[in-house]
């Protein structure tokens, strides 16, 4: 078959139509209606994350963390390093071993 010669599939195609099929009113209803039935139902963990994921409850999610996070601060304060009798005797004391390394409190 030459380039220029036309192909007899063309003309088939050209006179093909697409058949009308009349659906269903409630078509796509028993398809969704199908495709939840083969799913299973979600597990707990499942639900669980579905709930907090919400947008609203995120936001409530991070604000709550961040008021228990200065919360704890607040209520928790850092303790020093080293007490100031600690750090008298390390300042006087050549056996320290931070004495040695050089670092004073």
């Known amino acids: 078959m030459k380039p220029d010669d036309p192909d ?54 991070v604000a709550a963390a961040i008021v228990l996070a200065v919360v704890w601060g607040l209520t928790h304060p850092p303790q020093p390093e080293f007490t100031p009798h600690d750090a008298y005797v390390m300042s006087v ?7 040695l390394d050089g670092r004073h409190p």
């Open 8 to 61: 007899p599939l063309d003309d088939l195609l050209a006179q093909w139509q697409v058949p009308q099929a009349e659906t269903p009113p409630d078509f796509r209803r028993e398809v969704w209606r199908r495709i939840s039935a083969t799913e299973p139902e979600p597990g707990w963990i499942d639900k669980l994350a579905w709930w907090l994921l919400r947008p609203k409850r995120e936001a409530f999610i």
């Open 93 to 99: 004391s050549p056996f320290d071993p931070h004495h």
